[in-house]
Each structure stands twice: as structure tokens, then as C-alpha cells.
């Protein structure tokens, strides 16, 4: 069967190992208890090819009773995988790491990215390999981190005695609720459910509506990796019907979102006592100091505002320029402008592609209109075919402008000229957004001072906004975001301390023989479960010779 045209995603199910993700009308099935189901509603989304602006496939709509299901299944399942060894849940994530990376698989869900977001063809296998090797450094880091605990003895605190005993671990939260955005929609996914399922917990993802394809391959490696049924479901549905519904289901523990500020805000609002991690978009602000490497920055600017057409949240939002080097740096990144190509994602050379909706495209026009209405002067010219926007700087925006505070999520730069680098870090911080930003500075004691000044989750010195590497910490301020993600953020965020506080009978000042002396008059059944333990923990710290003989008793 040949769905979405020459889509290597959509190809004969006979040579296709993705072809049982595919209903026989052509519909996306969901994926929940270990099997790719059709929704019972009989009803389907249509998923529209950014540059086409047609749909090219269409996703089963799940049913409020489907989604109750695969929540329950998820809480069933994950009480067994908390119980599987470590070594076992990393060697999981390895194997369907390994899988995701196979030729076959990999084509099969860059294709998608391509079809479905219109992600440049080099961005989109980018992204897989990527993805891949985040779950591989996902099970090294979490043997790291959940294979130690913390040990307390109680008279470090004034008034105890050395009588009580405290052992904390980490331990999951439960089920995991996975909502993912439409730009980077395998790795940003990838990046909470590995952490999830390293530390033990059941996912169930809610994919974008524009992205869901993309997803529901990656989902199958996972499949096809062997993990159990109905620890991880991805779950199609129509947000405006069912989005709260999940957001709000008594069974999720934990919800880890990308996305929009407002639907962050509300999910946050609704979602009642339960961690969040989220991340709500920015407006990241590059400062360009007088002394700044201009080539340098105009690079940046380049790559950090027009990747993947400017739809990143970390993607330059405006630039703050000082007025005695502005002149120059735009004249530097309008001539690295004009370089740029526009035209398909499919093309390896593509710059600018398609932005993901015809209702995006209008909001930058929108942006892009007030600011020509309110004196703002377009380096290239405004000009626009379908989704397709072309690559604009935009000179002399004033704080009067809505370019200079909202997020275009487009291949769209205002450059704002200060006279005095407080100016720019008051825009700075400013904001309701605090992502990230940037100061491009070759005096080292400036990048400093100032990257101490802005309020943002993270400021790079001399480099464009980015999220990444991955296990980097990544976190936003102010409607930013909550809370904190990277790899290793992420697997302590996901789980919960438990704490076991053994009462010992009496005193004790030294770990092993002596305890055990002193219990040796002691009932063995009020006794064993004392110097059990710390028999263990000195045959780690101190491998005495008496400690066979007590291991004897």
C-alpha cells in the first residue's frame, strides 16, 4: 500500500516493517498494550504536509474510553518494570537505540520528519541519530544516578544519639504523561520517555496532531525493541475533546510538556498536585557588544535564527545591538542572507522551508505588518508564498513593536539598536520569557557580568541559543517554563526519594563488630535485620576479617 505519495514512511507493508502502524483505509493506528490498534471512534485527523498545505495521511482519533485504557494498562505494567533489574531497563533502552539507528528504520522516520514538519533533509536524519544516542547515554547515566543512595546517621543533628539509621533512594513516580511539540517531535519525545522508563516509571504519550507520524515510527522501535505491553502507549487524539481529559486523569503522576506558553499555562493550572516539567517557548535575546568578533556574531545570528526556519524555541528572537557596531553587523548578516536557499526540505542544500501551518505563516505576516506600520524597515523585503516565508531582517524595531516581545517562531529577526548594554539586558529581562540568550563579547569579564545579568535559564557566551547537547541542563524562567530537563535533570526529576529509617536499640559509634556485640544478647529476630545491614555495609567499607563469621550466624 502507498500512502502520502514517494514517503519511504508509507511504503508496501510486505517490505515495510512499519506497515502494521497503518490500517487498511490508510489511517495511522495508535499504539497501546503492546499492539497498533484503530480507534473505535471510526473517526480520523487529517495530518497536512507543511508545503504542500494538502493532507498527505490521516491518524485515528482515540476514544476517552480508549485513553482510560491505556492509562490503566501503563499502571498495571509499570508495577513490573520497577521491579526489573537496572541493568536490564539500560539494556532495553540500548537495544531499541540500536534499532532506531538500523538503515531502514532510521530512512523510515527522517522521510516522515520530512513529510510531516518539513524538516530539512539533513536536519531530519540529524535528529533520528540524535535521538538514538540520547537513549544510549539516557541507560549510562541512569546505572550513574539510581544505583546510589544516601546514607544518614541521626547524631549529626543536635540531640541524637547515633540511634537511628536513615537509607534514601530513588524511586519512579508512576506514569508519565509525554507531550511533545511539532518541530522536534522523535527527539523531544525520546528525551522524556527514556528518562522515564530508565528510572522505572510507564509512559503514555500524547503526540501533536502535526508531528504524530514522525512519532508513531519512532514508537515502533520501541515495539519492536520487545518492551513490555502497556508500559509505553501513545495515544492519538483530538485536543480540544480529550487533551484535558488527560492532562487532568487521576492516574498520571507526572507530566512533562513542550509546547505553546498558553497551553502550558493551562495544563499547570488544571493538572492539580503532581511535578511538571515544562518548557513554553522564548524570546531569546543575542546582545552584540561593541568589542564582539561581528563575523562571529553575524554567523550566529545566521544559524540561530533561520535553522529549521526559525521554529525552535532556542532560535535567535532579536537581536540587541550596540549602535556603534549595528550598521556593520547588519550589513554582515544581510550579505550571509542572501546565500540562504529557499525551497523544499527534501532538497540536502535547503535552508528555508515551510513554516508548519498556513495559521503560523499569518501570525508572522501579522508581526511583520505592525512593524512596517510602526516605522520598523525591512532589509529584504517582505515576501511570502503559502508557508513559505523568505529569510527578513528586520532593522530599527523599537520596544513600541509587537516583534520586539513576541516569538514568530519564523525565519523572521528584528535587530534592536542600544546605546548602553544595561538597555539590553532591561529588554532582557523584560520579557515574560526567560529561555535562554546570548552575549557576543571578546572581553571575558563583559561575558560575565553580563551573562550574570540576564535572567534566563541559560546564556551563551559567543555562541547562538541552543538546546543541547542533551545532557546539558535546559530550563526556562517566568513563562519559559518549570522546572529543569536534560538527561540527568530529567531522571532525578522523574523520580521521587524514598526514605527507610532503621531504629537501632541502643547507641552505636562504630559500623560492624561492635554493634553486633552489643546485640549479641539480644533475641536473633530483634537482632538479624540490625547487623544484617551493617555487615553489608562494612564488607563494602571495610572488608574485615571477622566479617565471615558473622555472615556465618
Known amino acids: 500500500m502507498s500512502i502520502g505519495g514517494d514517503c519511504r514512511c508509507c511504503v508496501d507493508e510486505e517490505i515495510d516493517a512499519f506497515g502494521e502502524i497503518v490500517g487498511g483505509n490508510g489511517v495511522f493506528k495508535y499504539y497501546a498494550d503492546g499492539a497498533w490498534k484503530i480507534s473505535s471512534s471510526e473517526e480520523s485527523l487529517p495530518v497536512i504536509n507543511p508545503t504542500s498545505r494538502e493532507p498527505f495521511v490521516a491518524i485515528t482519533a482515540c476514544t476517552r474510553r480508549e485513553v482510560n485504557k491505556a492509562f490503566h494498562s501503563a499502571k498495571e505494567a509499570q508495577k513490573s518494570w520497577a521491579k526489573t533489574p537496572l541493568f536490564k531497563r539500560a539494556e532495553m533502552l540500548h537495544k531499541v537505540a540500536g534499532v532506531m539507528k538500523e538503515k531502514k528504520n532510521m530512512e523510515a522516520i527522517a522521510e516522515c520528519l520530512i513529510k510531516e514538519v518539513a524538516k530539512p533533509d539533513k536536519d531530519a536524519y540529524t535528529e533520528v541519530v540524535r535521538s538514538a544516542d540520547l537513549l544510549s547515554y539516557t541507560a549510562e547515566e541512569g546505572i550513574r544516578i539510581l544505583s546510589q543512595g544516601k546514607f544518614l546517621v541521626s547524631d549529626s543533628f543536635p540531640g541524637n544519639e547515633r540511634n537511628k539509621v536513615c537509607i534514601s533512594s530513588k524511586v519512579p513516580l508512576g506514569i508519565i504523561l509525554a507531550i511533545p511539540p511539532f518541530n522536534y517531535p522523535v527527539n523531544l519525545t525520546v528525551s522524556k520517555i527514556g528518562p522515564a522508563l530508565i528510572a522505572g516509571n510507564a509512559v503514555v504519550i500524547k503526540p501533536p496532531t502535526q508531528g504524530a507520524v514522525s512519532t508513531l515510527h519512532m514508537i515502533h522501535c520501541f515495539h519492536m525493541a520487545g518492551f513490555p505491553k502497556g508500559l509505553i502507549s501513545c495515544v492519538t487524539i483530538k485536543a480540544s475533546e480529550l487533551g ?310
Not at 502550558?264 to 513554553?280: H, R, T
Not at 546564556?459 to 538546546?467: E, G
Not at 542533551?470 to 526529576?493: A, K, L, Y
Open 244 to 553: 484535558d481529559y488527560m492532562t487532568t486523569h487521576p492516574l498520571v503522576n507526572c507530566i512533562s510538556f513542550t509546547g505553546g506558553c498558553e497551553t502550558g499555562i493551562s495544563i499547570s493550572q488544571k493538572a492539580g498536585m503532581i511535578p511538571l516539567q515544562m518548557e513554553l517557548g522564548g524570546k531569546d535575546a543575542m546582545i552584540v557588544l561593541e568589542d564582539a568578533d561581528l563575523d562571529l556574531a553575524a554567523t550566529n545570528i545566521i544559524k540561530g535564527g533561520f535553522s529549521y526556519s526559525g521554529q525552535r524555541c532556542t532560535a535567535v528572537k532579536i537581536v540587541l545591538a550596540m549602535e556603534g557596531i549595528a550598521d556593520a553587523l547588519v550589513s554582515k548578516v544581510n550579505a550571509q542572507i542572501a546565500k540562504l536557499k529557499i525551497g523544499p526540505p527534501e532538497r540536502i542544500d535547503t535552508d528555508i522551508v515551510d513554516v508548519v501551518s498556513e495559521a503560523s505563516a499569518d501570525f508572522i505576516e501579522t508581526l511583520v505588518a505592525d512593524a512596517i506600520d510602526s516605522g520598523a524597515k525591512l532589509c529584504q523585503g517582505w515576501k511570502r508564498r503559502g508557508n513559505k516565508i523568505w529569510p527578513l531582517l528586520i532593522d530599527n524595531v523599537t520596544t513600541e513593536m509587537r516583534i520586539a516581545w513576541e516569538e514568530p517562531f519564523g525565519p523572521v529577526i528584528p535587530v534592536m539598536r542600544i546605546k548602553s548594554v544595561e538597555e539590553g539586558i532591561q529588554h532582557c529581562n523584560s520579557s515574560k520569557y526567560g529561555l535562554q540568550g546570548c552575549v557576543f563579547t571578546k572581553d571575558i569579564n563583559k561575558a560575565i557580568l553580563v551573562s550574570d545579568a540576564m535572567e534566563s535559564g541559560t546564556i551563551q557566551i559567543n555562541a547562538a541559543p541552543a538546546r543541547g547537547p542533551d545532557h546539558f541542563p535546559f530550563q526556562g524562567i517566568r513563562d519559559s517554563g518549570i522546572g529543569s530537563q536534560g538527561v540527568t535533570n530529567s531522571i532525578n526529576f522523574m523520580t521521587k526519594i524514598k526514605t527507610t529509617v532503621i531504629n537501632l536499640p541502643s547507641a552505636s559509634y562504630s559500623l560492624g563488630k561492635i554493634l553486633f556485640l552489643e546485640l549479641k544478647g539480644l533475641a536473633m529476630e530483634r537482632a538479624f535485620p540490625c547487623f544484617q545491614l551493617w555487615v553489608i555495609m562494612s564488607t563494602r567499607n571495610r572488608k574485615g576479617s571477622w566479617m565471615p563469621e558473622i555472615l556465618k550466624l
